[in-house]
Nanobody, 115 residues
Framework: QVQLVESGGGLVQLGGSLRLSCVAS????????MSWYRQVPGKERELVAT????????IYADSVKGRFTIARDDAKNTLYLQMNSLKPEDTAVYYC????????WGQGTQVTVSS
């Protein structure tokens, strides 16, 4: 059974940091391109960051460049998102996604940044 389980969300003050984790099971994690998305109510889900299956390439949304870092540990089947210098506009539910010929999504973790 395929599962992606996010954790690490919570309430943080402006300028604070959080590290999100996404633990994968039920598929060969290392061959999948992995991404973090986020969504706020009433808006479309937006891509935050992507890391290739080799880990050699990372891509970030302009809004998070220089503040967020995506990483993966294939030995632990885990995807990470280090979020620094958080802003209120980063408040959203954050989802991880695995993509190859098919895609899988996690259930999401809430991040709230207070001003």
């Amino acid at each position: 059974q395929v599962q992606l389980v996010e954790s690490g969300g919570g309430l943080v003050q402006l300028g604070g940091s959080l590290r999100l984790s996404c633990v994968a099971s039920g598929f060969i994690f290392s061959v999948y391109v992995m991404s973090w998305y986020r969504q706020v109510p009433g808006k479309e889900r937006e891509l935050v960051a992507t890391i290739t299956n080799t880990g050699g390439t990372t891509i970030y949304a302009d809004s998070v460049k220089g503040r967020f870092t995506i990483a993966r540990d294939d030995a632990k089947n885990t995807l990470y998102l280090q979020m620094n210098s958080l802003k209120p506009e980063d408040t959203a539910v954050y989802y991880c996604k695995a993509l190859r010929t098919e895609s899988y999504w996690g259930q999401g973790t809430q991040v709230t940044v207070s001003s």
